[in-house]
Every structure is written in C-alpha cells, then in structure tokens.
C-alpha cells in the first residue's frame, strides 16, 4: 500500500508522523502488548502524557494505572537525558526500530568484514553524524578505539549484526553493546523484505558502483588475501566495499523504519 494512504487513513496526524515513535510506544510497559497498545490508541491515548493524564484507563486497574504511570514518567526522564541503553532493556529487541527518529543522527551503521574464520575480523566500518570511519587490521583496528566510537552514540544499526557481526565484536574485540540495536535484516522482514543486503538494497532501488557491484562477503575475503601478499588496491577495494555496506544502512533503515512506523499507526486504525 502506497505510504500517502496510508497517511490519509490514520487518525494519527502527518506532523505526528513526522516526530518520534518511542512517544507513542505502550509496550516498554510490562503487561501490555501490541494489541493493548492499538486499543490504547484507538481511545485517543496516543502519547505518554495523555496517558498518565487521564485519571482512570479502560481495562486497567487504579494500582496498574499509578504503577504506569510511574515507569512513563521514569521514561520520560530517560528519554530527555538521552539515556537509550534504559530502552534497550524495557523494549524487545524486536521493536528497538521505535527508537530510530528519536537518536537517528546519533546512530552508528556498523558493518564488519572477515577472512571467513572465526577469529578474523578484517575491516570494521561505521558511518555516524562524523561520517564514514574504517579501520584495519594490523594497522588501527584496537579494541579502545573501536569501543570508544559506538558509544559515541545513542543507537547501534546493523544487517544481521546480531547474528553476524557482535558477536565477532564481542568473541574477538571483548566489547559488548548496552544501547538498542537495530538489526534491519529482521526488521525488514516484518515487511516482506527477505534476502542478504545487496538484494534488499536491489529491493529499495539503491545501486552500487560498477567496481563493487556484485560483490560479496566472498570477494572481501580473496580482497584481504591479495592485500595480505601486497597488493594495496586490493584494500583500497576492499574499503569501498565496506563503505557501501556501512552507508547504505543508514538508507534502509530510513525506509524501513518510516514504512514500519506507518504501517503500525495504519494497522492501529483498521484494529
């Protein structure tokens, strides 16, 4: 369904929209699940303050009422003190895309590439609010300077990160994460999106340059294996590679995250 519908079907308003989803997020409360939440909307209780602004909520008890209304406050105050890792924890990893509009130009895209083993991280890439950052190893890819740079911000974006690159992250580098991660090769597929990121990224209509275009975690590797016998434009390649990987989540995860915002305001409606 084309997203402009969807805008015009919705009771929630396009400058709604526009702003933050996290505000209008019910299920960082224990006891209430995606259903609750829509019937909640669907009564006009559409943000933390009209809920903790009403004196009684249909179907929820006066102790359940004032206990809620103290974590949304508690919420609140994280919120305003940029304190995501306090939503990492009260939000499924599931719904960590809520948090996007909130902290996106404090994101990190982060992707990695490997010699294939285990242990062999070759090149960690990240794109943030500073630009496109590489590091290689042998040369600056150190546990602290690494750390140093996701915490730096306030989400984490990947493409099969959670499967794929944390825990080479965490196995090889000892750095564990404690902010939300977006993992778009999940959330993509809550809408229809399936596949490895180059055929996602066809999905969307993003095109590569023709020198990396069709390439593959396969191809970084023998990149690495060239570079490693001295062939410097074999990194040089191999960077750009990266840098592709790195940039254009932050491209998918602007189209993945409006359309689910939209789509879940949509279903809210039709509920």
């Known amino acids: 369904m084309h997203l402009n519908h969807l805008k015009m ?3 929630f308003s396009p400058y709604t929209l526009a702003k933050g989803m996290i505000e209008h997020t019910f299920i960082i409360l224990k006891g209430i699940g995606n259903t609750t939440e829509r019937t909640l909307w669907q009564e006009g209780i559409l943000t933390w303050d009209d809920f903790v602004s009403k004196r009684k909520v249909r179907r929820i008890s006066s102790k359940r009422k004032k206990n809620y209304d103290f974590q949304l ?11 995501s890792s306090y939503f990492a924890h009260c939000l499924h990893s599931r719904e960590h895309w809520r948090l996007y509009d909130q902290w996106k130009e404090k994101a990190c895209f982060l992707d990695i590439e490997t010699t294939g083993l285990s242990h062999g991280i070759t090149v ?7 630009g496109y950052k590489h590091y290689v190893r042998g040369i600056d890819l150190e546990r602290e300077i690494i750390k140093q740079e996701i915490e730096k911000n306030n989400i984490l974006v990947t493409f099969y990160g959670k499967a794929f690159d944390m825990p080479f992250i965490e196995r090889e580098l000892d750095i564990s994460m404690d902010i939300p991660h977006i993992d778009l090769c999940f959330t993509g597929k809550k809408l229809g999106l399936r596949g490895g990121l180059k055929k996602v990224e066809q999905q969307i209509g993003i095109r590569r340059d023709a020198d990396i275009c069709g390439m593959d975690g396969f191809d970084a590797v023998l ?17 750009k590679y990266n840098m592709a990987d790195t940039v254009n989540l932050k491209v998918l995860a602007d189209v993945i995250c409006t359309r689910l915002k939209e789509e879940t305001f949509f279903c ?4």
């Open 9 to 11: 079907q919705t009771f």
């Open 124 to 130: 960690i890439g990240m794109y943030s609010s500073e």
């Open 223 to 239: 990149l690495w294996k060239k570079y490693l016998k001295g062939d410097d434009n074999a990194l040089e390649l191999l960077i």
């Open 268 to 271: 809210a409606k039709e509920g």
């Open 73 to 83: 406050v508690k919420a609140r105050e994280n919120l305003e003190h940029e304190n």
